[in-house]
């Protein structure tokens, strides 16, 4: 089946060789081995690094787009909060209790007249700080786990898929309200209680990706010129392990973000008096009769955010042409 | 059993017709010609064989005839099998004359079968599927056509699987499958290119044998020339989606019309002294994206002039029943000394 | 199966390829690698595959040997045993004079340089993540201390050996044709100035027009640089052209060894005989005329292979004796050696065995190439 690849060709613009000036005859037929048209035919084998056209084929996903544009401001609005935004998000103003958004309080006051809109802000600082530690922590230590256990194999691959196995077999969530009960409530203990949530899969994905990667011939290759398994790994099994991962990453991220939600709605994250998102959702839930739009604010931005996490996953998904193997 | 095959109806009438045949797939932006204008034919019990490198057009021409193609593929041009439109016609009709009247066999025989099916199952589904009858006499002839083609003890390896089977012998299978329905044009693309020579060789004389016994016609999709010189009556070059020589094979062996044609049989190991440098094509096969302008071999043609550039030349005839895509076919004397 | 390994007068450089007498660069001496076949949740070990099963050869200073065979013949195992990327499991390995399988960790390492290999399917031996600059630069890195200005500086000058410019540097292999990424290859090979390149299939992957441009690359490299090739193919006319010796291949054991052309012009072995014949010549009228010798059956599995002489089971020739004991090499007039026992205890004429009879046994299978 030769053939199927020539209809990929237009996907994939091919790179010219920098050899398409038309020669004159004579040079023509002298010319060496390579040819005028070089780089050539069989489509169907390329990959074509992901990096190259990336931003190309992200930007083709709109929808994607969006959601990283949002991300950013969301990002940009948390880190310069004290800038941002005039009013203090803990000054309690007891006159105005669950006041309706007007021009002055964009969101509303909540239950002790504190700004909604300030909250949100400094609570989303809250948020994707403990939902970034928890992510990067489980990166950090999923890593070098899982390409040691896919690259090395063996025993010490069976050991860590028997413990990854033990962790995921808990529910998330359970577990991650168990390792912050006892750890004790505070931010950093839920990014902390999330990235051992998280870990496992990490690993799993890791290793499946290195296994796959570790039967190319290119890394026999390696091998056959006398590489160490440290230069193979950091040159050759790194990069091409790199892309699922960062997929995943993403979406993790907004699963991390919602975790943390969860877990300070049930008081186990920051404490009073800051704000997290899931601590606001839980105050409103307490004022539920007396002002159920309250619970709309911090809902909403979890929901938002969480979506467009998963939005980004899926654009990177398509833009570095990744299918998830063996995780 | 070959009563279609009629002697003599087939100097009148070839039993394939194609002409002016392209295949053009839709790209993101531009669409992409991969076959463009090829004109082959083929007279009943005869062999021809289309030969080309990867990316020649020679797969997706002969998948184009039987509708096998995706849906983002356009077909256009005419071809005409035993007076029948091929191109464009309803898939329900096609689905009738594939594996029927035509049938094809591919190249990786394990991924053409089921793996979860029993051989003779497979094999009396595709004998009912056309002509129906009971599951009986379809076994029965499933039976018949493993030991026509070879396979030792047909009826307990009706009941195995697949994977039962090793490649020379699955490739067999695929064989009595495809010819079950007896059919009148067995297209056969690199069938044997998985398979180690000697498993070659016997499928490479099976085929044949088959073909002096049931009278079918055989189009043979291949990139070997030494299975085009054993197989083979007739041969269509293809090049960059082109047909650029059609030929006699007698002809086409000892006097190719075309530099690429001349240029593959040269680049061959056997038509240098050994230890030799082998001759060869300089370059490669340009993608469908980036083909040059006027003749489409002129950016590696030895003999190309200022007029291959161009123009683009047309298949021509060149009066002995050959046709060449060269403007300088006439004056190139291309013997090839071996 | 014990130690039939010691074997008399075994393919050395007799056949006047280059200066005999001294130490080959490569000598290979009962190279035997047994697979285990595991099943199970245990892991138990059902069966073994005798992958490679007692090999014996030599490669000299700046020769190309050929080594032919079908798949499961244990010829690319063979290839990956030489540069222990597949540890032996029993035999020698010796590279100019050092033994390949005592070396440790490092040694080994260092040993590298001095063999490397270029693979069948240029499209899974690049890192399609990197750069043609990071791909043939890799031996550097790996083995020297040295900067990346120095590093290209070389890779350029190896990219032009291989016949591709330097503009192709900061390229990814996406961006070449099969016939330009098997050049980066071999070019990755080349860096580290070997002896012995080990080519598994160097061309059976790439287009026709394309092939005989890697072979000529490789003949010129031969001649150029006097690095020695095994090179491994299923294609005996490809192999005839570049080699001057040819091993030949079944199921784990060499049948024959011996010269090119007289392995391709007159096959001693009937396996050597049958393949040549199923091999298509692009000449119809030879192709018409000629009387092809059609194996029975495939190959028998190496998990189970057939006792005494291997190939007996679809020989034409086959006596009594193959299917008790396996032939052992013997030496041929022409200086190669033979297993079959058609030159030991098949017929013979005048008190004479067949082998000494010289080139009575031809068997026409094509026309003599040198007309």
């Known amino acids: 089946m030769n053939e199927r690849k020539d209809s990929d060709v237009s996907t994939d613009p091919f790179p010219t060789s920098g050899d398409e000036r038309r020669l004159d005859l004579d040079v023509e037929l002298e010319r060496d081995t390579e040819g005028v048209w070089t780089p050539s035919s069989l489509p169907s084998h390329d990959e074509v690094p992901p990096h190259i056209g990336f931003w190309k084929r992200f930007r083709r996903n709109k929808v994607a787009l969006v959601a990283a544009i949002y991300l950013v401001l969301l990002v940009l609005a948390a880190v310069f909060a004290k800038q941002l935004v005039p009013q203090n998000p803990n000054v309690q103003n007891l006159l105005q209790v669950n006041a309706k958004p007007s021009g002055a309080h964009w969101f509303g006051q909540d239950d002790l007249g504190r700004d909604v809109f300030a909250r949100i802000i400094y609570g989303a600082r809250i948020s994707l700080e403990a939902s970034f530690l928890a992510v990067a922590l489980a990166l950090v230590v999923a890593l070098p786990l899982g390409l040691v256990a896919g690259f090395v194999g063996g025993w010490v691959d069976q050991v860590l898929m028997r413990i990854s196995d033990a962790i995921q077999v808990i529910p998330a969530l359970v577990l991650a309200l168990v390792i912050s009960g006892i750890l004790g409530p505070s931010t950093t203990n839920v990014g902390l209680a999330l990235a051992i949530v998280f870990a496992p899969g990490f690993v799993r994905l890791v290793r499946g990706q290195v296994i796959g990667v570790r039967e190319e011939t290119y890394i026999e290759a390696s091998r056959s010129i006398g590489a160490k398994p440290l230069f193979i790994i950091r040159k050759r099994v790194l990069h091409n392990v790199a892309s699922p991962l960062i997929v995943q990453a993403a979406v993790t991220f907004g699963f991390a973000l919602l975790a943390e939600a969860s877990l300070s709605f049930l008081g186990l994250g920051v404490q009073a008096p800051d704000a997290s998102w899931g601590t606001m959702l839980s105050r409103a839930f307490a004022q539920v009769y007396e002002a159920g739009w309250l619970l709309w604010i911090p809902g909403g931005a979890i929901a938002i955010t969480v979506l467009a996490f998963n939005l980004i996953g899926d654009g990177l998904r398509d833009a570095l042409g990744t299918e998830t193997r063996g995780a | 059993m070959a009563s279609a095959a009629a002697p003599g109806s087939g100097v009148a009438r070839p039993l394939l017709e194609v002409t002016d045949l392209s295949v053009a797939f839709k790209g993101h932006k531009e669409i992409v010609t991969v076959v463009d204008h090829a004109s082959f034919s083929l007279r009943a019990g005869e062999t021809l064989g289309i030969v080309g490198e990867s990316g020649s057009g020679k797969t997706v021409s002969s998948l184009a005839l039987l509708g096998l193609l995706p849906a983002s593929a356009r077909v256009t041009g005419s071809a005409t099998f035993d007076g029948r439109q091929l191109v464009n016609m309803p898939a329900r009709k096609l689905r009738n004359v594939r594996g029927n009247d035509i049938s094809i066999i591919f190249q990786e025989p394990m991924t053409s079968l089921d793996p979860s099916f029993t051989v003779g199952n497979q094999l009396a589904e595709a004998y009912r599927n056309h002509r129906g009858g009971s599951k009986r006499a379809a076994t029965a002839r499933a039976a018949e056509m493993l030991r026509l083609v070879g396979i030792p003890e047909p009826q307990r390896r009706l009941g195995e699987y697949p994977h039962n089977f090793s490649g020379g012998m699955r490739q067999r299978v695929m064989i009595a499958m495809s010819l079950i329905c007896s059919p009148k044009l067995l297209i056969a693309d690199e069938p044997t290119t998985a398979l180690d020579v000697t498993i070659q060789s016997q499928i490479l004389e099976l085929l044949k044998s088959l073909q002096a016994e049931l009278g079918m016609a055989m189009i043979f999709v291949t990139h070997d020339l030494g299975v085009v010189a054993s197989v083979c009556d007739q041969v269509s070059v293809m090049y960059a989606g082109q047909v650029i020589e059609q030929s006699p094979i007698d002809d086409f062996f000892t006097r190719p019309l075309h530099p690429y044609s001349a240029g593959l049989l040269d680049s061959m190991p056997q038509s240098v002294a050994k230890g030799e440098r082998l001759r060869m094509i300089a370059g490669t096969v340009p993608p469908p994206s980036r083909i040059p302008v006027g003749c489409r071999f002129n950016p590696r043609c030895q003999y190309a002039v200022e007029a291959c550039v161009v123009t683009a030349p047309d298949l021509e005839a060149t009066g002995d029943g050959r046709e060449v895509r060269c403007i300088r076919h006439a004056e190139l004397s291309l013997e090839i000394s071996r | ?294 194996l029975r059956g495939d190959p028998p599995s190496p998990l189970n292979p057939p006792s005494g002489c291997r190939y007996h089971t679809r020989c034409n020739y086959a006596m009594d004796i193959c299917s008790v004991e396996d032939p052992q090499p013997t030496p041929t007039t022409s200086g190669g050696t033979v297993a079959c026992h058609l030159h030991t205890s098949g017929p013979t004429l005048n008190g004479r065995p067949l082998s000494e009879l010289g080139s009575v046994q031809t068997i026409p299978v094509r026309p003599s190439t040198t007309s």
């Open chain 3, 1 to 294: 199966m014990s130690d039939a390994t010691e074997v008399t007068g075994v393919t050395d450089g007799t056949d006047g390829t280059g200066p005999s007498g001294a130490t080959p660069l490569l000598r290979v001496r009962g190279l035997r690698k047994i697979f285990p076949v595991r099943k199970g949740v245990l892991r138990r070990t059902v069966a073994h595959v005798r992958a490679v099963d007692g090999v014996d050869f030599d490669v000299g200073t700046g020769e190309i040997l050929g080594l032919v065979g079908e798949s499961g013949s244990g010829k690319s195992t063979t290839g990956r045993l030489i540069l222990r990327l597949i540890e032996p499991t029993e035999g020698s390995v010796e590279l100019d004079g050092k033994d390949v399988r005592a070396l440790g960790g490092e040694q080994l390492r260092k040993a590298r340089r001095d063999m490397q290999m270029v693979f069948q399917d240029p499209y899974s031996s690049l890192d399609p993540l990197a750069t043609v600059a990071d791909v043939v630069g890799e031996p550097f890195q790996v083995h020297f201390k040295m900067s990346r200005k120095e590093r290209d500086k070389k890779v350029v000058e190896l990219l032009e050996q291989v016949g591709l410019g330097s503009h192709h540097l900061r390229r990814f292999p996406a961006a070449f044709s099969g016939g330009q990424r098997q050049r980066i290859a071999v070019a990755r090979a080349l860096a580290l100035e070997p002896k012995l390149i080990i080519a598994d299939e160097p061309v059976s992957a790439l287009d026709m027009s394309t092939q005989s441009q890697v072979v000529n690359l490789l003949l010129d490299l031969q001649q150029r640089l006097g690095v020695a090739f095994l090179f491994i193919a299923h294609d005996l006319s490809i192999v005839h052209h570049a080699s001057s010796r040819i091993a030949v291949m079944y199921l784990g054991a060499l049948v024959e060894v011996g010269d090119a052309e007289e392995i391709y012009t007159r096959p001693r072995h009937p396996y050597t005989e049958a393949l040549l014949s199923a091999i298509p010549v692009p000449d119809p009228q030879v192709e018409r005329d000629r009387e092809r010798i059609v």
